[in-house]
Nanobody
Framework: QVQLVESGGGLVQAGGSLRLSCAAS????????MGWYRQAPGNQRELVAD???????NYADSVKGRFTISRDNAKNTVYLQMNSLVPEDTTVYYC?????????WGQGTQVTVFS
């Protein structure tokens, strides 16, 4: 069983930055995919960014050049550095760990960007 604990969401002015963290407890491997999704009310959950072993990353077009995902395998933690935030980034962000047997989600953390 894997548990994910997210932190770092909050309220920020447009143009500002936030850093999300997600610490995983339990049995995960450095080969498992870790990432971040977001979901606005009434919309499907969408990929923001993910990262696999070796550091290969994947970003949604809307966040390329503004967000950076990273992971610390020793700490089983994934980070999302969000810069140049815009009001359209306002929503709930969910951490993900994808193992061969199961997909785990965090509880979600709210990010609100005001202009």
């Amino acid at each position: 069983q894997v548990q994910l604990v997210e932190s770092g969401g909050g309220l920020v002015q447009a143009g500002g930055s936030l850093r999300l963290s997600c610490a995983a407890s339990g049995s995960i491997s450095s080969f498992d995919v870790m990432g971040w999704y977001r979901q606005a009310p009434g919309n499907q959950r969408e990929l923001v960014a993910d990262i696999i072993n070796g550091g290969r990353t994947n970003y949604a077009d809307s966040v390329k050049g503004r967000f950076t995902i990273s992971r610390d395998n020793a700490k089983n933690t994934v980070y999302l550095q969000m810069n140049s935030l815009v009001p359209e980034d306002t929503t709930v962000y969910y951490c993900l760990v994808d193992t061969p047997l199961h997909r785990y989600w965090g509880q979600g953390t709210q990010v609100t960007v005001f202009s």
